[in-house]
């Protein structure tokens, strides 16, 4: 099983990326993009995991959470990875209190405890909308332009969820495995 921690990107946020998100496809750009469902904030991937660790992951998560009350978070303009002239990876960034890091922290912190090593890159907090197809590249100008479009949304995260990705022929799916209320 792929597994993956992340915060829900809910409304009003999750209607503006995915807004964007259809205005992008109708680019005809060579990118995967991620259906809707499956908008979220990543904290922390696993990757694949053989069943039996599922308890023990569910558990760094669970200690990762606690203590940790509701975050404001808002849509912070579009970018892209490795660099916004290069990109490899179209995001939009999220401004974000400390708390978040401070979260992220902690889940890497517990992941590295039951054997997942670190990112080893700094967080730098993004929802993925699409990954650039192998050998192509994206007209800087139009990723600058389309930018310009979304709208600073502010967003409540109230809860961190494990997922499970189930890959199928239409891309993954996420499953929430176990969902923590934060604040509670």
């Known amino acids: 099983m792929r597994l993956f921690v992340a915060i829900p990107v809910v409304e009003p946020a999750h209607s503006e990326v995915a807004g964007l998100l259809a205005h992008l496809r109708e680019n005809g750009w060579p990118v995967r ?3 809707e469902e499956g908008i979220h904030l990543t904290l922390k991937f696993f990757g694949e995991v053989a069943p039996e660790r599922f308890d023990v992951i569910e558990e760094a998560v669970r200690i990762a959470g606690r203590g940790t009350d509701p975050l404001p978070l808002r849509l ?3 970018g892209g990875f490795p660099t916004d002239t290069r990109p490899r990876v179209l995001w939009v960034g999220i401004e974000a209190p400390p708390a978040l890091e401070l979260l992220q922290d902690r889940l890497e912190r517990g992941g590295e405890a039951i054997g997942f090593p670190p990112e080893g890159v700094p967080f730098q907090p993004h929802i993925t909308l699409g ?5 192509h590249r994206i ?6 332009r389309l930018g310009g479009r ?3 949304t502010p967003f409540l995260a109230t809860e961190l969820v494990l997922y ?3 890959l199928t022929p239409r891309g993954p799916r996420y499953e929430s495995r176990l969902t923590i ?4």
């Not at 209320?181 to 509670?184: D, P, W």
Request: no cysteine; aromatic share 4%.
């Open 181 to 184: 209320r934060l604040g509670a």
């Open 150 to 152: 979304l709208q600073p």
């Open 164 to 166: 499970e990705s189930v």
């Open 131 to 135: 990954r650039v197809r192998e050998g």
């Open 139 to 144: 007209p800087v100008a139009d990723i600058e």
């Open 76 to 78: 912070a303009g579009l």
């Open 33 to 35: 993009w991620v259906r």
